[in-house]
């Protein structure tokens, strides 16, 4: 029988249960298990594409398409799978859901209650991404933190799973911070005891408290956690902030986490095989030479709004051996004139996607001082669009050509709204989204990449690049290294005569992995440390051009 974590947190927000639960099915298919990962969201929105990335961070977007909360993003990165939309849903969903019920007489008459009406419809939804997956072990994050209004209806649904499939094949894990008094010099577990009083008294005992510090969490302290909230000494799981987020796997492993699961859900899985992700945490701990990224976006000042964007550059960092440092650049800064220092200090430029005018002529400057100072660029969504768009204008002097989404009015309109979004009222969920075929042309950066004819990449657009300027585009030099298999869409643009300039319409980031890079991620890092090697060589002769003038000097 399908065996079920339910992952919970308390004291703060932020507090990580996204990076546990995600840790913990790493540890589990490390035993053979087969995983599958769910978040469950108490937000009355339907789904995160119409909030601000401020306020709800990266919008993650699935192979079918969903798009979804940012940990499904953790999820897929530590366990290594492809998830669906059944992997997160919202408060709103489920309401949305039952109220439809009703309204076809589905119940018959009956008063519609949060319980066991609403319940009901999320423990369904639970228990479906089990079967759906075949799994033998589902990991169910509950959002938000344990006092929270609005996850009470997600609180008493997994109480009710305990007796719904059985005690031996349910397990709680509850997520806390320890706050350090540093007046006194000591770590307060008295907020981790509320937090899970709190929690008994919707009918929740934790089997599992991990308890997150910022500093070393002695024997002592687990077993007064152990004690008070009366959980195992075993159950009560140590977790050190680490400057490495794929440690964290390895942390709780070495703390006893994975055992004790193991055992508490008699589950009869291998001995556990970490090795490959040992040599991977051990590669990140190593001192390499260092290479300097600038992300130019809209949404900087919330780094979380790029969740997948620096983790993809930091995968194909820890491939190629070298550390990535981040330059923040937010784009509205540059068309004040302001950041150029910090953009002429990087050794490579990423653009990522956004929505809306605010930032975008500061992202075409900086697809332009990329194309003109031959700086390796990697375009994300926008950032495609803004290189074409630069390009157009400063290549074949189409001083207006724009994007219709910020310039309705423009006569070279090289980005236009997509056929069939022309018709569309609702914002939520009507975009391009999810897997779609790419087609790559030989010969090109991105073919080499790739190394195939053919790749399968997540969208989430409605804009696209106009195809009535697409000739004059590539005769001005653009090259389209990636269509759709009709050919009706780009998917992929690039300039031969630079070391790296290529622009996706899609989202590669979602789907790196810190094992396996993305090839485009890849591409361009490789391209940035080979610039700077020749760079380096270049100043190598000059100084031994100039001893050699120096020595024929003083011969002479």
Known sequence: MTKYIFCTGGVVSSVGKGVTAAAIGRILKARGLTVTLQKLDPYINVDP????????????????????????????????????????????????????????????????????????????RIVHVGKLTNADVVIVEIGGTVGDIESLPFLEAIRQMRRDVGMRNTIYVHVTFLPFIEATGELKTKPTQHSVSE??????????????????????????????????????????????????????????????????????????????????????????????????????????????????????????????????????????????DRLHSVDGVVVPGGFGYRGVEGKILASQWARENNKPYLGLCLGMQVMCIEYARHKLDWDDANSTEFDARTSHPIIDLMPDQKTLADMGGTMRLGHYPCVLKPGTKTYDAYRTATVNERHRHRFELNNAFREELEAAGLIFSGVSPDERLVEIAEIDDHPFMVGTQFHPEFQSRPDKPHPLFNAFIQAVISQIKQKDRGKGQSKRKKREISALNGAS
């Open 49 to 124: 594409g119409t909030m601000s990335p401020y306020q709800h961070g990266e919008v993650y977007v699935t192979i079918d398409g969903a798009e979804t909360d940012l940990d499904l993003g953790h999820y897929e990165r530590f366990v290594d799978v492809d998830l669906t939309r059944a992997s997160n849903f919202t408060t709103g969903q489920v309401y949305n859901a039952v109220i439809a019920n009703e309204r076809r007489g589905d119940f018959l008459g009956a008063t519609i209650q949060t319980i066991p009406h609403i319940t009901n419809e999320i423990k369904q």
């Open 199 to 340: 929690l008994r008294g919707l009918g929740i005992q934790p089997h599992v408290i991990v308890a997150r510090s910022d500093h070393p969490v002695t024997e002592e302290l687990i077993d007064k956690i152990a004690l008070f909230c009366d959980v195992e000494s075993a159950g009560v799981i140590p977790l050190e902030t680490t400057s490495y987020l794929y440690e964290v796997p390895l942390l709780l492993e070495d703390a006893g986490l994975g055992a004790y699961l193991s055992e508490a859900l008699s589950l009869n899985g291998k001995p556990p095989d970490l090795a490959e992700w040992r040599q991977l945490a051990d590669a990140m701990k190593l001192s390499n030479p260092q290479v300097r990224i600038a992300i130019v976006g809209k949404y900087t000042g919330l780094h979380d709004a790029y969740m997948s964007v620096r983790e993809s550059l930091y995968h194909a960092g820890i491939a190629n051996g070298h550390d990535i440092e981040i330059e923040w650049i937010y784009a509205g800064d540059l068309e004040k004139d302001k950041g150029w």
